[in-house]
């Protein structure tokens, strides 16, 4: 019996995520990539308690976790005083799922390691160089026109999951409307290799409240697991590139996180946009969107990944249920009854409310916040209650009660 045929564009961690678990559900597949490899510029690397559950249902979480570092705890800070708000303890969740913590493992290891297993079935195919430039389709399957070293070809397939990030061209191709705004200011990513938990008493994940300049700091494992920091400012608006990337701004914005006697050991640093979009549409037809070509969102509270993960494990059940002959071709619409709606309200109220809880100008206002947060912290309920929420654990479960 032929084998149903799943083409993925875009080998990041949700294309392959996607073609992993399609691989291991019985799909022919091919993932594609236009890139000669994975991009492994330092992106999103906090992976929550509900998305570490999908990674041990491809085999995958003993690695993940290996090539990570394991964050119980995550902070609240006031930046302007140096004062620590609160703690969240991920240990309240014990009952609720077998990883009550955090994993920071980098984006590109965990694409990296499912490109890896993907290679062990014999009917997946991984292409890099492979640059996907049209999409067309009719009621029995799908064509992409690929552009490649050797030149252009079609492949064909039974479905296709557009994975291909936030200038998806899967997603233009079907003239699908990105929803949202562009926040005015960007973010620019630090790496330093001066270890923040020796110079103050901080965890693997500290949010910094402040009405000037808010700061995320996390500490991820490193390509040599040695460890190094990332810190994420907003910039100003009026600020160019180059002055954002200067070394003297680079070494000022770290100096105002902690200040040193020698300048930080910089290991990496980055500057993007960041946005609050979502797709109209996650499928047209045979055609799926996931990840970043359905959604993005500022990085604050590390959802965006985590949501693009469940997009995927949730399209490929479905799918699955669908070739199978459990259910018709009309379940295929409970993925974007499922998915649109929640990455809307866990994924982009969340990350805006927290990008605004961090910035707040309006003193009184922002005392309110903060101590809303200690009283949250100090009720074991509300404490697990908030944590629920910022698993995902709570989004998964409204999830699987939409029908």
């Not at 559900?25 to 999103?44: M, N, T």
């Not at 292409?127 to 079609?154: K, M, P, Y």
């Not at 499922?338 to 809307?344: A, K, L, T, V």
Request: proline share 4%; hydrophobic share 40%; with cysteine.
């Amino acid at each position: 019996m032929k084998r149903s045929r799943v083409i993925v564009v875009g080998a990041g961690p949700v294309g392959v995520v996607a073609a992993l678990a399609s691989a291991q559900k019985g799909f022919s597949v091919i993932l594609l990539e236009a890139e000669p490899a994975v991009d492994e510029s330092p992106r999103a690397a906090t992976t929550h308690p509900a998305t570490l559950e999908m990674i041990d249902r491809l085999g995958l979480i003993g690695q993940f976790i290996a090539e990570g570092l394991v964050a119980r705890y995550f902070q609240f800070w006031d930046r302007p005083t140096s004062t620590r708000i609160c703690e969240f303890d991920h240990d309240l969740l014990r009952d609720e799922t077998k990883f009550p913590f955090v994993v920071q493992t980098e984006q590109h290891k965990l694409a990296n390691m499912g490109i890896a297993r993907l290679r062990e079935y014999t009917d997946a195919d991984v292409r890099f160089n492979a640059r996907a430039t049209a999409v067309c389709q009719d009621g029995n399957s799908v064509t992409v026109t690929v552009e490649g070293i050797d030149g252009a070809e079609q492949i064909s397939g039974d479905y296709l999951i557009g994975a291909d990030g936030g200038r998806s061209t899967v997603r233009k191709a079907l003239d699908i409307e990105f929803e949202g705004y562009t926040w005015p200011e960007r973010c620019v990513v630090l790496t330093t290799l001066n270890d923040f938990q020796r110079i103050f008493d901080c965890c693997y994940r500290n949010y910094f409240a402040d009405p000037h300049e808010w700061v995320n700091l996390f500490k991820v494992a490193g390509d040599d697991l040695k460890g190094r920091w990332r810190a994420v400012f907003p910039t100003r608006v009026d600020e160019t590139d180059e002055k954002v990337l200067a070394d003297d701004s680079v070494h000022a914005r770290l100096q105002g996180v902690f200040p040193l006697p020698q300048p930080y050991e910089v290991a990496h640093r980055n500057l993007y946009k960041t946005h609050q979009r979502v797709a109209v549409k996650f499928r047209v037809g045979r055609i799926f969107l996931g990840g970043d070509a359905a959604h993005v969102n500022n990085p604050i509270g590390g959802l965006g990944l985590n949501c693009g993960i469940h997009d995927a494990m949730e399209l490929v059940d479905t799918l699955h249920q669908v070739v199978t002959g459990q259910a018709d071709d009309s379940l295929l619409d409970r993925y974007e009854r499922r998915r649109r709606p929640i990455n809307i309200e866990f994924v982009q109220q969340t990350t805006v409310g927290n990008k605004k809880r961090l910035e707040e100008k309006d003193p009184k206002v922002r005392q309110a916040n903060l101590d809303e947060l200690r009283v949250i912290a100090g009720d074991p309920q509300r404490h697990k209650q908030f944590l629920m929420r910022t698993s995902l654990l709570e989004s998964v479960r409204k999830a699987e009660s939409i029908l």
